[in-house]
């Protein structure tokens, strides 16, 4: 079924000159053009605006976009895998790798909405304990004494992004903790969203690999595992980053760390999936 532009534009809640605009950036070029000059969008090509529109409110550029999508298409999707005789067999394929894409998508916004929730809880306790006070009301049952505190209300659950300092510390000591914490923050606003862009689109890939069943061990999980030691021997303080350090050792603690804490696994579509990225990681090192 083929939609207008006009049909198209009002149900994204969009216009019509974006769609023209993503179309001359070839984000999302629409299915046929109209010998009047209308274009016409198929399922298709609904499915790659909705990505756009995802990638977009992950807070990425219309060139980085770009980039992702020719990225997650080209691993996504081998045009070997079906004839080109075949197109039902190539349609199936396409559709296939386009659902593993967006399950990687959905997975980080489930991440953003867990994110978010710790926040809107964060201000709706910061504005309960506000009324409380205007109101003149007593502390609450089990607070007598500390009611007017905000600290013991958890009023910046959700906004921390040192929240996992202890943890960091626990496992490879202070001074990594304080390298990374000083690497991040002299990133700047730009830097730190550039690293995650670079995350969110290495962790999709991941998700739309293990999706599709490929190999841990084979050409495309290798490729794979290469991009993420690579970010890995980017972060300042960890192991993978200091001269002489035991890079093979840290990505194999890591690769089990992802299967045994849901944290880490949520990053990858779940325990299958965290599994998926260990296994590609042992078999990188295997090669070392």
């Not at 890995?232 to 603690?253: E, K």
Request: glycine share 12%.
């Amino acid at each position: 079924m083929e939609y207008s532009i006009q049909e198209v534009a009002k149900a994204a809640g969009t216009t019509s000159r974006t769609l023209r605009h993503y179309g001359e950036l070839g984000l999302v070029p629409p299915s046929r053009v109209g010998a009047n000059g209308y274009r016409f969008y198929d399922d298709r090509a609904l499915v790659r605006l909705q990505r756009v529109l995802l990638l977009r409110d992950l807070g990425l550029g219309l060139p980085r976009i770009g980039e992702v999508l020719a990225a997650q298409d080209a691993v996504a999707l081998d045009p070997g895998r079906a004839a080109v005789s075949d197109p039902v067999a190539s349609a199936a394929d396409a559709s296939r790798a386009e659902a593993g894409i967006l399950r990687g998508h959905l997975e980080l916004l489930r991440q953003e909405q867990r994110q978010l929730d710790a926040r809107i809880g964060a201000v709706e306790r910061t504005i309960a304990e506000l009324d409380r006070r205007g109101s003149g009301d007593a502390d609450p049952p089990g607070t007598e004494g500390n009611g007017g505190d905000l600290m013991s209300r958890n009023i910046f659950d959700g906004f921390d992004h040192t929240q996992y300092r202890e943890e960091v510390e626990e496992r490879w000591g202070a001074d990594a903790y304080a390298k990374s914490d000083a690497w991040w923050n002299g990133l700047g606003a730009d830097g730190q969203q550039a690293w995650k862009d670079r995350v969110a689109a290495l962790n999709a890939d991941w998700v739309a690999a293990a999706e599709r069943g490929e190999d841990p061990a084979g050409e495309a999980a290798q490729a794979l595992a290469e991009r993420h030691v690579a970010w890995l021997t980017g972060i300042a303080g960890t192991p993978a980053a200091a001269p002489g350090g035991d890079v093979v050792g840290y990505v194999l603690g890591l690769g089990e760390m992802y299967v045994a804490d849901e944290r880490f696994a949520a990053n990858y579509g779940g325990a299958e999936g965290a599994a998926f990225v260990r296994d590609s990681l042992r078999a990188w090192a295997e090669r070392r």
